[in-house]
């Protein structure tokens, strides 16, 4: 694809500069022509070949929007869809070859935003991941509640309750408890993973690296199901994790 050529009219206002974007597709060509034709257009994408790999990436990470093929290998793009919407609040746009009113109703009842039959031209895909970001982001009382509630996290409790910014708290296991009373004790900066190992066990020597991903991502589920509140902590790949406010209650 020709990065230097000029954006159509009808294109021209379906840019995505800056939305992080995940494309889960077995077809290899398929998914390289998805990625080059979203980045082109300004988006942060990542191609990823299937759902066990997207679970894997979602341990460390996420996205702003995720477009999920619904005939994967393994686990497919319907089921993950129902696990992913009770796990996170990330838009979801599903491609599939079964375009049957009773299939598209079947993947919106789900929990996708959106569903897209194949055979699906790209700049119907780009201008679907445009009109979806919009409307995410007009979500303005849910939006403007994150941002606000961010600053007033607080360890309560000898560090034993998280509580969230609306009140509602969530009582920490040991080990979570270590996690986040290391990433409070420095709010707004990195702190790499083998000290986190070392708060969270007793004997870091025998500990698997991947267990501490594998916590993060249930400590995220456990404090959304308990408190309605995204836990603002950041995964920075290769480095540890960060407690993104610098206005955290004391």
């Keep these: 694809m020709e990065m230097d050529r000029e954006l159509p009219a009808a294109e021209a206002g379906c840019r995505l500069d800056g939305i992080k974007i995940w494309v889960v597709e077995d077809d290899p060509e398929w ?96 201008a679907a991941l445009h009109s979806l970001h919009r409307r995410m982001s007009q979500s303005t009382p849910a939006a403007a509640a994150t941002e606000d509630a961010v600053a007033a996290w ?16 969530l009582t920490l296991t040991v080990a979570e408890r270590g996690f986040l009373r290391e990433l409070f004790a420095a709010p707004g900066e990195a702190v790499d993973r083998e000290r986190l190992i070392a708060a969270v066990t007793d004997q870091p020597w025998d500990f ?11 400590l995220r589920t456990r404090v959304r199901n308990a408190t309605d509140a995204m836990l603002p ?13 610098d206005q955290i209650a004391a």
């Design 31 to 126: 998914r390289g022509m998805v990625v080059d034709e979203l980045e082109y257009h300004g988006a942060d994408v990542c191609g990823i070949d299937s759902v066990e790999a997207l679970y894997r990436e979602l341990a460390v990470d996420r996205c702003d929007i995720l477009v999920l093929d619904v005939g994967l290998p393994g686990e497919d793009g319907l089921s993950a869809t129902g696990h992913l919407r009770r796990m996170d609040g990330m838009g979801i746009v599903l491609v599939t070859g079964r375009s049957g009113t009773a299939d598209m109703a079947h993947g919106l009842s789900l929990g996708a935003d959106v569903y897209l039959p194949k055979p699906l031209e790209l700049p119907v895909l780009v």
């Design 154 to 169: 607080s360890l309560r409790s000898d560090g034993w309750d998280l509580h969230a910014p609306n009140g509602k708290a």
């Design 208 to 218: 698997d690296p991947h267990r501490l991903e594998v916590l993060v991502h249930r």
């Design 233 to 245: 902590v950041r995964a920075l790949r290769g480095m540890g994790y960060m407690l993104v406010s």
